[in-house]
């Protein structure tokens, strides 16, 4: 049974930081794209930054050279280093692991954890 737990949450003042992880359990880590989604009240979920099995990484254009996403697949987790947070940033994040077979796309998500930017 595929399970990712996440884990770093909370409130935050502005200009402040947080370091959100993720550990999944029940799937082959390494060969999943892994990444940070993000959903503001009465707002879509958006992709907020993901790395792949290789390392390829990519980044909302609202966090770049904010946060830095990092896995470490000897512990199947993945990490999310937010810093200069900013009250936009307010929103539940999940974590998702996801692996493309035979043209399919199968996704796994986290429960969510919410982060809380304000003074």
């Known amino acids: 049974q595929v399970e990712l737990v996440e884990s770093g949450g909370g409130l935050v003042q502005p200009g402040g930081s947080l370091r959100l992880s993720c550990t999944a359990s029940g799937i082959t880590f390494s060969s999943h794209r892994v990444g940070w989604y993000r959903q503001a009240p009465e707002k879509q979920r958006e992709l907020v930054a993901a790395?792949?099995?290789?390392?390829?990484?990519n980044y909302a254009d609202s966090v770049k050279g904010r946060f830095t996403i990092s896995r470490e697949n000897a512990k199947n987790t993945v990490y999310l280093q937010m810093n200069s947070l900013k009250a936009e940033d307010t929103a539940v994040y999940y974590c998702?692991?996801?692996?493309?077979?035979?043209?399919?796309?199968?996704?796994?998500w986290g429960q969510g954890t919410q982060v809380t930017v304000s003074s």
């Open positions: 790395i792949t099995g290789d390392g390829e990484i």
């Open positions: 998702s692991a996801e692996r493309r077979i035979f043209g399919k796309t199968y996704v796994a």
